[in-house]
């Protein structure tokens, strides 16, 4: 099967160069990672708010609009009760409408369902809508504090850069692939630290056009260094 091929293709590095990896980056991200008010709860309905804002927007701009958000919508009880209209209008200008309307659809089923709070297993997150496999894994990270993977475009960017640098990074076999090696990675220990490490370094460090490669602690063994942008 393709999918079997693919994976002898693209192998998943030796646990010595994961555990390179995961040392060069908390030891990185202690020293220059960002200080965001998301970093400072486990609540997972703040976790969840934070995440689907930055799902689309960038940090500075969401860093207000978080704090007005709670402000109002202090919990899941108080956003499913507001009016639709209102919960439209609070998100703005943060735009992609469609993201305050799932959020308090979120809301209204954690209350129907679990009490106004979101349950922590995988499969039950993934039953809700606008919970993908990424948002799940960032739940689950950060507010339960359990070892589970996340893969957005800049930790996907980061991982194919360092490990694979080859073929088509966005292609469906990549993506399945790079889900694994983001899983691989996940330390026992330090789970919440080591995705947000991730996070801050495809933000950062491993950007998506010219990289910072001459200050990069990972490029003795980044298979892209030094990166060069394609025509
Ligand atoms: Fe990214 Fe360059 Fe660092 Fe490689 S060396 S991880 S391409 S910034």
Redesign the pocket.
């Known amino acids: 099967m393709p999918l079997k091929k693919n994976a002898r293709a693209l192998p998943i590095p030796p646990p010595a160069d994961r555990r390179r990896f995961r040392q060069r980056l908390l030891t990185w991200y202690r020293r220059h990672g960002r200080d965001l008010p998301w970093r400072k709860t486990d609540d997972p309905y703040h976790i969840l708010v934070s995440e689907i804002m930055l799902q689309q927007t960038q940090v500075d701009r969401v860093l207000p609009k978080y704090a007005e958000w709670l402000d109002k919508y202090p919990s899941m009880g108080v956003l499913a009760a507001a009016p639709e209209r209102e919960v439209t209008e609070t998100w703005y200008p943060l735009g992609y409408n469609i993201r305050p309307r799932r959020l308090q659809s979120i809301a209204r089923e954690s209350v129907a369902k679990y009490g106004g709070q979101l349950p922590s297993d995988e499969a039950t997150l993934l039953t809700f809508k606008g919970i993908g496999a990424y948002t799940a894994g960032a739940i689950r990270s950060f507010a339960f504090r359990e070892r589970a993977a996340i893969l957005d475009t800049n930790v996907a960017r980061?991982l194919f850069?360092?490990f694979i640098a080859k073929g088509d990074p966005k292609g469906h076999a990549m993506t399945r692939h790079l889900w694994t090696l983001s899983e691989t990675l996940v330390p026992m220990r330090h789970v919440f630290d080591f995705n947000q490490a991730l996070m801050d370094f495809g933000a950062m460090?491993?950007v998506a056009r010219n990289?910072?490669?001459l200050i990069?602690p990972?490029?003795k063994d980044?298979r892209?260094?030094?990166?060069t942008p394609g025509p």
């Open positions: 980061v850069r360092v460090i491993c990289p910072k490669c990069c990972m490029k980044c892209a260094y030094p990166f």
